[in-house]
T-cell receptor, first 108, second 117 residues
Framework: RKEVEQDPGPFNVPEGATVAFNCTYS??????FFWYRQDCRKEPKLLMSVYSSGNEDGRFTAQLNRASQYISLLIRDSKLSDSATYLCVLRGYQKVTFGTGTKLQVIP | DAGVIQSPRHEVTEMGQEVTLRCKPISGHDYLFWYRQTMMRGLELLIYFNNNVPIDDSGMPEDRFSAKMPNASFSTLKIQPSEPRDSAVYFC???????????????FGPGTRLTVL
């Protein structure tokens, strides 16, 4: 089983829709969790950290479920500019693992 | 402040040639990472340094790959000899290991797009 698994997508959603991605992980010792965003032909950039209690940043909500070993990202009121690949990232002891990403395409 | 700087941005070379990729991390960052990204395998960590010392090179695919960090402001990733399967985007990233920011907040350079013919 891969350390980090994401549905590659693409998720094609209309503007204004709500979309959610999950990311499952296999190492229960993972300590910290993050979502990165990568635009086409660009470098990955940190979107938000994921806290156990769940956290929001504007239209974005991230949640962590340690019991089921997954993290999620919810995007409300999707904008065209949200089109990108979203990578989940886990940090363990001395190690950071990136998922292969979920591609989101927001359609006018 | 300047971000992570990588050069060249694009490299096209022929199989068997030596390729050297360069990275200048953000000033003050004590961790430096080299990644490779392909469509098939996603983002793979090749090697990372802490205070210029290689900590984990288990991701380096084979002996053809080598990385150095002679000082806190410069690192190289060398491929010798290069092969077509090395074609990928190579990212360098850096971060500060202290507290106060999410400890996995890595700042990526723009990447080097390598094509080996």
């Amino acid at each position: 089983r891969k350390e980090v698994e994401q549905d590659p997508g693409p998720f094609n959603v209309p503007e204004g829709a709500t979309v959610a991605f999950n990311c499952t992980y296999s190492n229960s010792a993972s300590q910290s969790f993050f979502w990165y965003r990568q635009d086409c032909r660009k470098e990955p950039k940190l979107l938000m950290s994921v806290y156990s209690s769940g956290n929001e940043d504007g239209r974005f909500t991230a949640q962590l479920n340690r019991a089921s070993q997954y993290i999620s990202l919810l995007i409300r009121d999707s904008k065209l500019s949200d089109s990108a690949t979203y990578l989940c990232v886990l940090r363990g002891y001395q190690k950071v693992t990136f998922g292969t990403g979920t591609k989101l395409q927001v359609i006018p | 402040d300047a971000g992570v700087i990588q050069s060249p941005r694009h490299e096209v070379t022929e199989m068997g040639q030596e390729v050297t990729l360069r990275c200048k991390p953000i000033s003050g960052h004590d961790y430096l990472f080299w990644y490779r990204q392909t469509m098939m395998r996603g983002l793979e960590l090749l090697i990372y340094f802490n205070n210029n010392v290689p900590i984990d090179d288990s991701g380096m695919p084979e002996d053809r790959f080598s990385a150095k960090m002679p000082n806190a402001s410069f690192s190289t990733l060398k491929i010798q000899p290069s092969e077509p399967r090395d074609s990928a985007v190579y990212f360098c990233a850096s971060r500060f290991g202290g507290t106060g920011v999410p400890s996995a907040t890595q700042y990526f350079g723009p990447g080097t797009r390598l094509t080996v013919l």
